[in-house]
C-alpha cells in the first residue's frame, strides 16, 4: 500500500482545503513533514488513522459517543463557529494486489448542527464510487492490509510507543504483531471456532470452558512468574554491583592513603605511647649510667669484696664458736682435768684449721654483713647486656615512632566523609535492594505455590475432558484440532521468533553505539523479551558467587549456558572444580546476564521498539507506510545519525518522517537525500491557522527538489 494523497478540510489547525500530494517513486520512499511545537504534525497523524479506520482507529466496535467525542476535539474550532463549515478528510491510496493496481479514494466527512455530529464515508476503486455494501467489504479488505492492532506499529508516536510496548500487555501485543505480520492470526480464528464447536458440542460445557479458564490462567501466571524471575534477577545483580562499588570506594580510599579515624586515631595514641616508652627507658638509661654502670665497671672488686667479707664472717663465727667453747667446756670438765686438756687441744686445732689467714678489714656485724652482701648481690645481677638491652628496646621504639610518623604523614582522613557520604547513599541503595529482592522472594514463592496449585487443577480438568472426550465423537475433532493448532503455532511462532532475535541484534549493533548495551535477546513462549548484556567479572567474584550458590541455583539464576561457557573458559568439567579454583591470576570470565526491561533508559526503549518494528517487516513482503511522530523524542544525538542511516534508510515501503527542526536537521536530511523526495514545512499562523509549504524546509527552499 502506497499513500498518494492527503486532503483535510477544517481539521485541527487546518483551515480550509489543504493538501499534500506526495510525488513517489520506487527508489525514494521518504518524505518528511516538519513543523514546529503546535504546528500540527500530530493532528496530521491522527487524521491519516481516522481516516483510513474511523471508529476502528480506536478500537471502538461502532461509532460510539466515545469516538464522536474525539471527532469533535479535531474538528477546527474557527470552522465549528460556521454550521455551514464542512470537515473532511480525504485519502487517496495505491494498493497492490497480486498482478492488479487499483487506486482507491477514501473520504471521511462530517457535519455539526447544534452539537450533533454526523459521519458519511465514500469510498471510490480507479473513479468508480462502490456502494455501501462494498464499503464494508472493502474497508475489511483495508484491514487485513494493515490490521488496527497494529496501529501503533506501523503509525509510530515516540512520544507514546514505549508505554504500548513496554506495558503489563505488551507480550499479547508482540504475540498479536507476530501473527498478523507472520498471517498466523488464520490460527486464531480456527482456534476460536473449534473453540465454539467444543462449547455447543455434546461435550459438557462446564468442563470446556473450565479447561480453557485453567489453561489461561496457568499461563498468564507463569508469564508474571518468568518477569518476577527476571525483575529478581535483575536486583541480585544490582545488588551485587552495589556491595562490589562499596569494596572498590574503600580499596580506592585505602590506596589513596585513605584511613578511617579511628585508625589515624590509632597510630597518634600509638606515636604517644611510644614517646612514653622512651621516656621510661632513657630514665632506665640515666639510672644505669649514674648508679649501675660504676658497679658493672667494678664487678672483680665487687665480688673480692663479698669474698672478703664472706671469709671474715666466717672467721668470726669461729673465734666465736671458740670463746664459747672455751667458757662452757671448763665448766663442764672441771672433775675430769685430764679430758678437758684433751678436747681442748683437738677443737682448738680444729677450729683453728678452719679458720682463713684473714685480715679483719671491715669488722662489720651481722646485720651490717647481711645488709652489705644483698647490695652487692643486687649489683652483681646488672650486666654489660642489661644495659645493652634497655638500648636495643629504645633502638626498636624509635623505628616504631619512624613508621608510625611515616605511616600519618602518608595517611590522610581529609576524604573520610565524603567516602562514608557515598558508601552510605549505597548502603542505603544495599538496604532497598535486599528488601525488594525479599519482597520479590516473597511473591516468587507464593507464585510457585499459586502455579502448582493450578497445574495440578490443570491436570485434573484435562483429565476429565479426555474422559469426556471419549463419549463423543464431532467435540472429539473439535478438541483434538484445538490441541493441535496449539502444538502448530507454538512450532510456526519458534521459528518466526528465532528470525526475529537474530535480525535484532544485527540491526541493533547497527542503530545504537554503545558498547555492552544488549548482546542477545529471546522471545519466550509466552512472547515476554528476555534480554541479554555481556558482563565481565573478575574470576575471584565468580568464584566466590559460585561457592555462595548450589549447581541448580546457579543455573536458575545464569543459565546453563553461561555454566557450560565458564567450564569451557577455564577448562574445567564439573561445579566442583570451579569452587575448589585457588589460583586466579587477576583473569576474567565474561557471561551473558539477563536485564530487566525497567532498567532500559526511555531512549533505550525507543531504538528497541524501533528495531523490533524492523526485524518483524522482514518477515513479511508488503510494504506498507511507515509514520513516525516525533522520531527522535527520547533519543540522544550521538544516536541520532545512525538511526538516520540505518534505520529510516532501510525501511521497504515509504517513510513519513514527522519532525521539528530540533530532531531532523539539515545534517540528517543530506544523510537521506537519495531516498528523500517530498519536504514540507507545517507553518503556524499567528496561532490561528497552519499552512502547508511544499518543497520547504523551515522557509528554505529545497533546490534539490526543483532538479
Known amino acids: 500500500m ?51 479506520y474511523g471508529y476502528r482507529e480506536n478500537g471502538y466496535s461502532i461509532a460510539n459517543v466515545n469516538y464522536k467525542n474525539k471527532i469533535k476535539l479535531l474538528l477546527n474550532e474557527k470552522a465549528k463557529l460556521n454550521d455551514s463549515s464542512e470537515y473532511y478528510i480525504k485519502l487517496n491510496i495505491e494498493v497492490t494486489s497480486g498482478t492488479d493496481l487499483n487506486n482507491y479514494s477514501i473520504k471521511r466527512a462530517w457535519t455539526l448542527k447544534n452539537s450533533e455530529l454526523n459521519e ?15 464499503v464494508v467489504d472493502f ?179 669461729s673465734i666465736i664458736f671458740m670463746e664459747m667453747f672455751n667458757e662452757i667446756l671448763p665448766e663442764i670438765l672441771k672433775d675430769d682435768h685430764k679430758l678437758y686438756e684433751k678436747l681442748n687441744k683437738e677443737v682448738t686445732n680444729k677450729v683453728a684449721s678452719k679458720i682463713i689467714k684473714h685480715d679483719f678489714k671491715y669488722s662489720l656485724s651481722e646485720e651490717a654483713y647481711l645488709n652489705v652482701n644483698y647490695q652487692i648481690n643486687q649489683k652483681l645481677k646488672y650486666t654489660k647486656e642489661s644495659i645493652i638491652n634497655l638500648q636495643k628496646q629504645l633502638k626498636k621504639s624509635l623505628l616504631e615512632s619512624q613508621t608510625l610518623n611515616k605511616a600519618i604523614k602518608e595517611k590522610s582522613i581529609d576524604g573520610e ?16 535492594y535486599e528488601k525488594e529482592i525479599r519482597t520479590l522472594n516473597a511473591e516468587i514463592e507464593k507464585m510457585k505455590l499459586v502455579i502448582e496449585s493450578e497445574e495440578e487443577n490443570y491436570k485434573k480438568i484435562q483429565k476429565q475432558l479426555d474422559e469426556n472426550i471419549k463419549s463423543n465423537s464431532i467435540s472429539d475433532l473439535s478438541i483434538h484440532s484445538i490441541r493441535f493448532i496449539e502444538k502448530l503455532q507454538k512450532k510456526l511462532y519458534k521459528i518466526q521468533l528465532v528470525k526475529i532475535e537474530n535480525l535484532f541484534i544485527e540491526k541493533l549493533n547497527q542503530l545504537i553505539r554503545k558498547d555492552q548495551f544488549i548482546s542477545k535477546i529471546k522471545i519466550g513462549d509466552k512472547f515476554n523479551f528476555h534480554i541479554f548484556k555481556k558482563v565481565r567479572y573478575s574470576l575471584k567474584d565468580l568464584i566466590s558467587i559460585v561457592n555462595d550458590l548450589k549447581e541448580e541455583e546457579f543455573i536458575s539464576r545464569y543459565g546453563t549456558e553461561n555454566l557450560l561457557n565458564i567450564y569451557k573458559q577455564l577448562n574445567l568439567e564439573t561445579y566442583q572444580a570451579v569452587k575448589e579454583l585457588k589460583d586466579t591470576k587477576n583473569q576474567t570470565i565474561e557471561l551473558e546476564i539477563e536485564i530487566s526491561k525497567s532498567t532500559l533508559s526511555n531512549g533505550e526503549k525507543q531504538i528497541f521498539i524501533m528495531t523490533f518494528y524492523w526485524s518483524l517487516i522482514q518477515l513479511t513482503d508488503n510494504k506498507i507506510p511507515f509514520i513516525i511522530d516525533t522520531p527522535f523524542a527520547r533519543i540522544d544525538t550521538r544516536n541520532r545519525e545512525n538511526i538516520t542511516k540505518e534505520f529510516f534508510m532501510d525501511l521497504k515501503g515509504q517513510v513519513f518522517i514527522l519532525s521539528t527542526n530540533e530532531e531532523i536537521t539539515k545534517k540528517h536530511m543530506d544523510i537521506m537525500s537519495d531516498k528523500l ?31
Open 2 to 52: 502506497r499513500l498518494k494523497k492527503i486532503e483535510l478540510n477544517n481539521i485541527g489547525p487546518y483551515i480550509g482545503n489543504n493538501i499534500f500530494d506526495f510525488r513517489d517513486n520506487e527508489k525514494s520512499n521518504i518524505s518528511l513533514i516538519c513543523g514546529n511545537n503546535g504546528a500540527g504534525k500530530t493532528s496530521l497523524l491522527n487524521a491519516i488513522k481516522i481516516g483510513l
Open 120 to 134: 458519511k464515508i465514500v469510498v471510490t476503486k480507479n473513479e468508480n464510487e462502490l456502494s455501501q455494501e462494498e
Open 417 to 432: 566523609q565524603a567516602l562514608n557520604r557515598n558508601i552510605q547513599e549505597l548502603k542505603e541503595k544495599e538496604a532497598n
Open 677 to 707: 523526495l517530498n519536504v514540507f514545512t507545517l507553518e503556524n499562523k499567528n496561532n490561528e491557522y497552519t499552512e502547508i509549504l511544499c518543497d520547504s524546509y523551515f522557509g528554505e527552499v529545497m533546490q534539490w527538489q526543483q532538479d
Open 139 to 317: 474497508e475489511k479488505y483495508l484491514a487485513s492490509i494493515v490490521s488496527p492492532e497494529l496501529f501503533n506499529l506501523y503509525f509510530f508516536d515516540g512520544d507514546s510507543i514505549i508505554d504500548y510496548f513496554f506495558s503489563e500487555e505488551s507480550n499479547f501485543k508482540i504475540k498479536e504483531a507476530i501473527a498478523i505480520i507472520s498471517g498466523y492470526d488464520t490460527f486464531d480464528i480456527i482456534y476460536n471456532n473449534f473453540k465454539k464447536l467444543a462449547k455447543t458440542s455434546k461435550i459438557d460445557e462446564r468442563i470446556v470452558k473450565e479447561y480453557l479458564l485453567k489453561k489461561d490462567e496457568l499461563e498468564k501466571n507463569k508469564v508474571q512468574l518468568e518477569e518476577l524471575i527476571v525483575d529478581y534477577n535483575g536486583k541480585e545483580k544490582e545488588l551485587l554491583f552495589v556491595k562490589h562499588k562499596i569494596e572498590t570506594l574503600r580499596k580506592a580510599y585505602a590506596r589513596t592513603g585513605g584511613i578511617k579515624k579511628e585508625e589515624y586515631d590509632a597510630i597518634i595514641k600509638n606515636i604517644k605511647i611510644e614517646e612514653q616508652k622512651r621516656v621510661l627507658l632513657n630514665l632506665q638509661l640515666k639510672k644505669s649510667a649514674n648508679d649501675i654502670l660504676p658497679f658493672v665497671m667494678l664487678k672483680k672488686e665487687l665480688e673480692t669484696i663479698k669474698y672478703d667479707l664472706k671469709v671474715e664472717r666466717e672467721n668470726k663465727n
